[in-house]
């Protein structure tokens, strides 16, 4: 941990006026947390004001209670751990500083998972989140990390084979037009329009160093240089989530073992798992997810409810800044911290098949209380 020497005002001067925020940092944050966090850096020289930075810009979410905190390099999370271990406890219900974390890539221990209803599940998809360790985040890599995390995700990427083998682009060799079809297509991230990615430094040098490679079939992707160093993602049209997570198993795992062929593996720890650069997709990184249309579920007394047993939650099928339309929602696991990634994609897969069987009842006007299901 590195003392830090650069001249500002006083504590109380420069701490943040956070009366009326509504995320985990602001939460937790006090003046003499501040005090004594202020003076820190992480050898590579990020400061706390870094790591509240977005949550200072941004004081609340329409949708979801957003973290308000990210972390610069892999040792943020341990140089600020008075911070961030609260932030993680609450955000990740109840996960201890003592806790230890649990890994499954086996897609042989999903039960289930092959047929969801393609009547009202539209397309499944997994992904997941990785950074490779001796470079800092996004919040605080520099131009030359950034090329350096391009260039070794290229030539991993080019050593899949099979139903993998695909191809990279640069998104600064696309014209508008490909990069907004791409967009659309649920295939590439947005521009950095979102406040989130803006104030956490994330969006600087845009759009140098960032791209996207996918399998020839388009079922298999990975980001590159956006909020993560690496997004893997495996998606598909209908229901067959045993499929896509399959393909996320093993793509995923044949990336791992290119990076650590190259000497750089992955940032991993035994408490937090894989580590990424905001603290909610600590642990597996996963989000499961499918498009789903509940037309008549969303609209009943105990969605929400129903919901948050499941341990499920909801977004607009336009990503997290979005409300739904037309009764479509992405419906996908609220945890990613302290389960393993089967366990995640199973309360999806039991959690989908029960809101779809609640669908169907609701069609034909009967009721759904005895469906309604016990804390998961």
């Known amino acids: ?8 005002q006083s504590a109380e001067e420069e701490f943040p006026d956070l009366q009326k925020h509504n995320n985990y940092m602001a939460k937790f944050l006090t003046l003499d947390m501040y005090k004594k966090l202020r003076d820190r850096a992480t050898p590579n020289g990020f400061t706390i004001d870094g790591v509240i930075q977005t949550g200072v810009d941004n004081p609340g979410h329409p949708f979801i209670m957003t973290v308000g905190c990210v972390a610069g390099d892999e040792e943020t999370y341990e140089v600020f751990r008075e911070l961030l271990d609260p932030v ?16 499954d890539l086996n897609p042989e221990n999903l039960k289930g998972g092959e047929d969801l209803d393609p009547n009202y599940v539209l397309s499944s998809r997994v992904r997941t989140g990785r950074s490779i ?5 996004p919040p605080h890599c520099s131009r030359g990390e950034r090329r350096a995390v391009e260039k070794l995700s290229v030539d991993a990427l080019g050593a899949l084979t099979g139903d993998l083998k695909g191809k990279y682009y640069a998104l ?20 950095p329009v979102s406040p989130l990615l ?37 998606m598909q049209k209908g229901g067959n989530m045993r499929e896509v997570f399959t393909r996320f198993c093993t793509g995923l795992t ?39 249309k509940l037309p008549n579920v969303s ?4 969605f929400e409810e129903a919901l948050k047993k499941l341990r499920l939650q909801k977004r607009g099928t336009g990503g997290v800044d979005t409300a739904a339309v037309g009764g479509v929602f992405d419906i996908s696991n ?24 609640m669908e169907k009842r609701l069609e034909k006007g009967q009721s759904i209380d005895d469906l309604m299901p016990a804390q998961k």
Not at 88 to 103: L, N
Request: charged share 30%.
């Open 1 to 8: 941990m590195a003392k830090l020497t650069v001249k500002r």
């Open 88 to 103: 993680i406890e609450d955000r990740h219900g109840g996960y201890k500083p003592t806790d230890k974390h649990k890994t």
């Open 133 to 137: 360790r001796g470079f800092c985040l």
């Open 172 to 191: 600064k060799d696309m014209t508008e037009a490909e990069q907004q079809q791409l967009i659309d297509d649920h295939f590439l991230f947005d521009k």
């Open 198 to 234: 803006l104030a956490s430094g994330m969006a600087r040098d845009w759009p140098d160093a960032r791209g996207i490679w996918h399998n020839d079939n388009k079922t298999f992707l990975v980001w590159v240089n956006e909020e993560d160093h690496l997004r893997v993602i495996s």
């Open 254 to 292: 044949k990336i791992e073992g290119l990076f650590k062929e190259q000497g750089h593996p992955f940032m991993w720890n035994e408490h937090l798992g894989y580590v990424l650069t905001c603290p909610s997709n600590l642990g597996t990184g996963l989000r499961a997810g499918v498009h789903v």
């Open 299 to 302: 609209k009943h007394a105990k």
């Open 334 to 357: 609220a945890d990613r911290l302290g389960f393993s990634e089967v366990e995640l994609v199973q309360m999806v897969v039991d959690g989908v098949n029960l809101l779809v069987e």
